[in-house]
Nanobody, 121 residues
Framework: QVQLVEAGGGLVQPGGSLRLSCAAS????????MNWYRQAPGKQLEWVAS???????NYVDSVKGRFTISRDNAKNTVFLQMNSLKPEDTAVYYC???????????????WGKGTQVTVSS
């Protein structure tokens, strides 16, 4: 059974930093795109950043220059380094990955359960 487990959320003051991680475990043949999304209270789910094996990372405009997405392919893990955090970054952050469980199958999207990030003084 494939699982994505996020870690690293918490409470931080404005201007501070946090590093989120998301590890995929279980029977995995290949990992394609890995993504971070977030959902603020009362708002819709928002895409934050993506990273694939072959292309440059992409970011939503509101986090460009402050957040950095990276991945460790050997450990099927994706990271989100968040610097210069603002109150408007407060949200539950979700990891999403396109995974291939068996060769010949189509990749499927898997989601983690989320980790809370709160930016407040």
């Amino acid at each position: 059974q494939v699982q994505l487990v996020e870690a690293g959320g918490g409470l931080v003051q404005p201007g501070g930093s946090l590093r989120l991680s998301c590890a995929a475990s279980g029977t995995i043949f290949a990992v394609y795109n890995m993504n971070w999304y977030r959902q603020a209270p009362g708002k819709q789910l928002e895409w934050v950043a993506s990273i694939s094996r072959a292309t440059r990372p992409n970011y939503v405009d509101s986090v460009k220059g402050r957040f950095t997405i990276s991945r460790d392919n050997a450990k099927n893990t994706v990271f989100l380094q968040m610097n210069s955090l603002k109150p408007e970054d407060t949200a539950v952050y979700y990891c999403n990955a396109d995974l291939l469980v068996r060769p010949g199958d189509n990749p499927l999207a898997y989601w983690g359960k989320g980790t809370q990030v709160t930016v407040s003084s």
